[in-house]
Every structure is written in structure tokens, then in C-alpha cells.
């Protein structure tokens, strides 16, 4: 099965899933910074979840509880560029355990993970959506209903088409 998306709408077997990207739209040539969503074919690697706020979730891809110490480097020049860390930590990171309900679940999209090369982005995750669904900084941002639907469907084959 894939997933398409085109035009903040995700489309897959017979659903039309709203969403929200990058603030700054699509875009081959994805930089650090940029907030842009990149464009190509994506496999989904794992999904992260707070376990205090979902208490349950059937899929096939890998899962793992989120710690309150877990971030993920966004530091270009890091060793850990683009990588799943442990606070405290040195460089730059993004907190993946907030008081927004944004990250309760993440699913990590295979985005520049191996190899990973600098400077071409980060943390690019499919997660929850924000009230009215504003532009993310690169992300795709859907309903909490609509993620755990998406995630009860995909597996390893499953591919993310960003068009």
C-alpha cells in the first residue's frame, strides 16, 4: 500500500486524509532549516508514542515508548546528526517529550537516515496535527484519529509518495 501525498491532502486505499506540511511547501533540495517537506518516495521506519497518552498501538513497524529524556539531533555538524539521542546532550536537538500532544505519536519517515548527510534535514516525522492544522517546520501533521488509522494499515512496504 502507499500513501500519497499531494496538496496538504494524504491519500491511500479509499481515504483523503487533511494534513499540514512545511510551511514553505515542497521541495527536492531539502535543507536544515527550511522548513520545506521533502519531495520522493519514502519507507516508514518506526513509530515513537507517549505511552502515558496512548495506551494502545497495533502495527507492524517497530514501536518504542517515548522517554522523557528522548531528542532528536538537529545539529548538521553532530555525530548524531538526524538521530534518535538521550538529554542531556550537547548540541542541538528537538524534544520528542512535550507538553503538546503534537508528538504523543511519530511515525519516522526514511527520510536522509543512512546515509545520513549534513545539512540536508531532520527529524522529518508524519504526526499530530495542531488545532486548524498550521504549517509545520517540514513535517506531515495529521489528525490523532487519522494517525492511529494510518498506523493500524502500514507496514514495512508501505511507501510515502510526497509529490
Known amino acids: 500500500m502507499n500513501i500519497i501525498l499531494k496538496k496538504n ?7 483523503k486524509l487533511r494534513c499540514s506540511i512545511g510551511k514553505r511547501g515542497i521541495t527536492l533540495n531539502k535543507r536544515e532549516g527550511d522548513e520545506k517537506t521533502p519531495r520522493g ?8 508514542y507517549r505511552k502515558d497518552r496512548i495506551l494502545k498501538i497495533n502495527s507492524l513497524l517497530v514501536k518504542k515508548k517515548i522517554k522523557r529524556n528522548f531528542g532528536w539531533c ?10 534518535l539521542i538521550n538529554f542531556p546532550f550537547k548540541d542541538s536537538a528537538e524534544k520528542l517529550w512535550i507538553k503538546q500532544n503534537i ?3 511519530i511515525i ?3 527520510y536522509n537516515l543512512k546515509p545520513t548527510i549534513k545539512h540536508k534535514g531532520s527529524a522529518i516525522f508524519l504526526h499530530i496535527a495542531k488545532k486548524n492544522y498550521p504549517s ?3 513535517c506531515i501533521a495529521v489528525s490523532k484519529k487519522d ?4 498506523i493500524s494499515v502500514i507496514d514495512h512496504k508501505t511507501k510515502l509518495i510526497i509529490d
Open 136 to 138: 509545520t517546520k517540514g
Open 108 to 110: 519516522v519517515i526514511n
Open 103 to 105: 508528538y504523543d505519536v
Open 9 to 15: 491532502k494524504l491519500y491511500f486505499n479509499n481515504y
Open 147 to 150: 494517525i492511529m488509522l494510518l
Open 74 to 83: 538537529d545539529e548538521p555538524n553532530s555525530k548524531f546528526y538526524n538521530k
Open 41 to 48: 518516495s519514502f519507507s516508514l521506519k518506526s513509530i515513537f
